[in-house]
């Protein structure tokens, strides 16, 4: 189970079972229980996270157009 925060700055900080890395965050934290930020450099638009997977699309709409989409997925 995850939970996201998605903050009106375009700021994301997730918080759960991070098994994999699915969470966006490092390998070596497990189970978050308070939110943690998840750095992807550009303002977060739109995220989504369900139980193996969280993905997010960040992105710019000044010249030059900028969007990126991050996706941690547990294949285990």
Avoid: R, W
Avoid at 21 to 31: A, E, F, I, M, V
Wanted: net charge negative.
């Amino acid at each position: 189970m995850c939970s996201l925060v998605f903050v009106e700055n375009g700021a994301l900080y997730t918080c759960g079972e991070s098994e994999s890395g699915k969470l966006g965050l490092p390998d070596s934290l497990t189970n978050i229980t308070s939110p943690q930020k998840v750095s992807l450099g550009l303002p977060v638009k739109y995220a989504f996270c369900g139980g193996n997977h969280t993905v997010a699309l960040t992105g710019k709409t000044t010249v030059p157009v900028e969007f990126q989409l991050y996706s941690y997925v547990d294949m285990t």
